[in-house]
Structures are given as structure tokens and as C-alpha cells.
């Protein structure tokens, strides 16, 4: 095969990756994206005597590095060096995969092989999940967010279910068609066919079925979104004085409230006025949207806030606590959501998934010396502090409990079901996604509280200072949205749950039980490149 087909071959499965991230595409197309990608490798594995393995990593960092850079272009709205590192550092490690399955294929046989590429992909997928250094956003599974009606089946499965699914067909529609092209008939091959239809059309129809036959259990709750629109870069931070933007927010939510309201939400940061701890409840902000709730009285008001904490004792500061210059002080910084009611107990959950970059640096203890660069680039050294568990923020009448989910962390699924699990009935996203320009980005994000709804089962409100508020059911249908860059409000009842998903209660099992067996295919393969060379 000529150089150039090569090429072409990886491109086109860059492009096939692709259009699952857009609101115009489907994740359809991952299940043979790919395909061209493994005629590249099989190739290089049939010339194997006179084509070294790394030239795997070269076609497929083509592939991974056009998807990449077609569908998270947009993060440098926010950060060149952000988008450029994101990029980089996703297409080596995706080659990597492929690489470490070429190897395996090379050293182990086919069959080990291509089993190696399905149990490799889900422990990079979930390692670098939970990793310090984490950016999931391409998560294969991620790819069908458009496509609920065939995905209801994450409810068992979560994301990583449609990783494997995608992973499956792609060998299996790669090997029919190769036998084909070899025999001219699919007569060789009948039962790798029989087993992809099934494949497709098991998980299709049940979800089909689940989608058609879910019904939700009665149990309603008024909620009103509060859609602030404030410029994140121009008014946010300082060019808008605290108490207009409190004025603009409680006058949006003024206008859409009833006396049945149940729940107001606005997004991530909204307060973000120097509060210390222990001057919360003192604080104008706080102050005002208490005098808002006396309209209220049965209504909770849940919003983000940026809050402070001193430590009067630098022995009992924490390892993300920065020094108050000219003191011998700490204090730690937080990005929190807050419930305000009726009562005077500020229910507080800390966001615990953080921007790399951004919000957090990783392995600040090997890395210290990239300090003074990461504050030049406008970054964070020290992280935010974060809290050890998730909590659920509960209504004081009747015990219903929400999970205030911080912007980034509606990307982890696994992450979001401790909420569950911790009493919440609804899941509230806070966020501010105006970072990223009217671009693909603030729609993807959308797409992902989409899923997290068919995981959980659970309602979704997802407030935006700007992007896409809405409302979300559990069938993670899109009931009310608003459109980017406009200030706005919406209400309608959804309902609590509190049943438990099989996703729920076991998590990412799918990727956890790979870690064993892609450890038995490492050592196998040891084992056959060491029997060689004795031999």
C-alpha cells in the first residue's frame, strides 16, 4: 500500500471520530471509525519483517491528533497553551493504545491482539479518568450524546459500555470486510457477521424499548434556572460591581417564580465577592438572596459561590493553602455550590474535580519548578481546596436531596453517582461556559448532563451563567433550553427519584475488570517475546 493511502486512511478516521460531538452529528459513525485506522495497522503487521512498529504510532497519531483538534479546537478561547497541551497529550497517549496493541498483535497473535486493543483503550479511558492529570472529554462512549434513544442501556453500563460497544464493532466490521475482500464472500466469515448484527441490534432494541416504556415516577418539584449572561471575562471577575449582578440575577428569578416554586438555581461563581468562612452569613450577597427567599418561604435557593478560609495556624494549613504575603498565614480557596432556605444553615459542597491548569496544577510536589511559568500563563501553581466525598444539599421540609454538580464534574460519571448515593433526587449542573465563545464546546458540555441523566435516572437543572441552561428528564431529553449568550429564565416541574440504577450501585465495572485482563495479555505477551528469543 503507498504511503500517501496510508495517510488518507488515518485521516479518514480521524474524520469518522468526529461528528459525534456536534450537535448535527451522530456516534453512529463510531462504530466503523475505526476501521481505516486498522487496515493502516494490519498492514504494518503483514509487512512486519520490513516495517517497524513505531510507524503505528505515526499513522495513528494522524487519526487521534484530526479528532482531537476538530472537535476541542475551542478550548483555545480560553487557553492556547490549555487547548495546545489537551491535543498533544490525548493524541500520545491514544497512539500509545494503539501502539501497545500492535506490539501485542506482533509478539502475540491476532487473537490476543485485537482482545489486547479492547482492554487497553478501557484502562486508558479510565485511568486517565481518575488520573491527576485528567481530560475524559473524547471518551468513546462520550460520542452518542445526540443519540439517546439507543443508549438507554448506560443506565447498566454507564460510558464505558458504549466504549466497548464502539471498540466491538470496529474489529468485528474490520475482519468481515477483510475476509471479504480476500474470498469474495462472507460465507468464511458468516458467524463474525451473525455476531456484529447482534451486536447493533440487541443493545438498539432494548434501548428502544427502555426509551418507549420508562416512565417516571410522579413526584414533582417547581424549579425555576436562573440564566444570568455576564460576560466571564469583561464583568464577572470585576467589571461588574457584586450587587448589580445580584440585582440582575434575583430579578430574573423574580420574574419566572410562583408561589409554588420549589428550587431557584444559578450558575457556578455566582457569589464571588471575598467571602471569608466565618463571615459567610454576614456577607451582602448572602444577605440579599436570604431577603429574596422571605417571598419565598417554601422555596431553596442553590447557586455557586467562590468562598475563603484562614488558617490562624500555618500547622494546620493544607497542602492546596496559599501563604498570605507578610504573615505566616494560609488560606485555602474554594469553588463551591450553596443552599439557601428557610433556616439559617448554609449547606455548603466544594467542587472536587478541577481544571487542570485552570483550577488545579498536578503533581505540584515533582512540578514545582513550572510555578513562576504556570502563574505567567495565567494559570493556578496551587490547587483549590476540595472536599473527600460527595454530599447531597437537602430541603429542610421534606428531606429531598440534590447533588449540586460543579461545572467539570458533569463529566464524570462514576463521580456523579456518589451523589446519588449520598441521597440526591435531582441532579442541579452549575456552570459557567463562556469561556469558550459561542463554539461546540458549551454544547458538548450540554450533551454530557444528558448522559449523566440516563446513568442516574434522575432529573437534571442545569443552570449556565452563559452556554445552555435547561432542563433535562431521565430519559435525558432536553425539555426547555436557552439560547447562548442571552439572559433568561426558565421553570417547570421535574421529578425526584430515588431508585438506584444498576450503574449507580456498581459503576464502572466494565473498565475496572479490563485492568485484570489487560494484565494477562501484557504478561502473555512478555512470555511469547521471551519464548521467541530463546528460541
Known sequence: MKKYRLVLYAIASGLLLTPGWFVWGTGLTLLFALVPLLFVEDFLYQNRLNQRPHKVILYSAITFFTWNILTTWWIVNATFVGMLL????????MSTVFWAFHITRRNAGSGPGYFGLIVYWLVYEHFYLNGEISWPWLDLGNGFMNDIHIIQWYEIT??????????????LIFLIIKNYATHKSFQNKIALLITWILLIIIPVTYSIIRFRTYKETPDPREIVIVQPNIDPYNEKFGGMEASRQMDKMLGLASAA??????????????????????????????????????????????????????????????????????TDLYYDSFNAGCQLDSTDNIQIYIKSKLVVGVEKMPYTQYLGFLEKLTLKLGGTFRSHGTQEYRESLFAPDDSVGVATVICYESVYGEFVTEYIKAGSNYIFVITNDGWWGDTPGHRQHLGFSRLRAIETRRSVARSANTGISAFI??????????????ADTLRTELNANDAYTFYVKHGDFIAKAAYFFALIIILYTIVRVVLRKKS
Open 86 to 93: 489537551a491535543i498533544v497529550i490525548n493524541t500520545v497517549l
Open 473 to 486: 428528564n431521565q430519559k435525558g431529553e432536553i425539555l426547555l433550553r436557552t439560547k447562548y449568550w442571552t
Open 257 to 326: 417564580a410562583t408561589a409554588q416554586t420549589d428550587y431557584f438555581v444559578a450558575p457556578e461563581t455566582f457569589i464571588n465577592d471575598n467571602i471569608w468562612e466565618d463571615e459567610m452569613s454576614d456577607n451582602p450577597s448572602i444577605r440579599a438572596v436570604y431577603g429574596f427567599l422571605k417571598k419565598y418561604p417554601g422555596a431553596k435557593f442553590v447557586l455557586g459561590l467562590t468562598y475563603y478560609k484562614a488558617y490562624t495556624d500555618s500547622m494546620k494549613s493544607t497542602p492546596t493553602a496559599h501563604p498570605i504575603p507578610g
Open 158 to 171: 454507564g460510558i464505558f459500555g458504549g466504549t466497548l460497544w464502539v471498540l466491538l464493532s470496529n474489529i
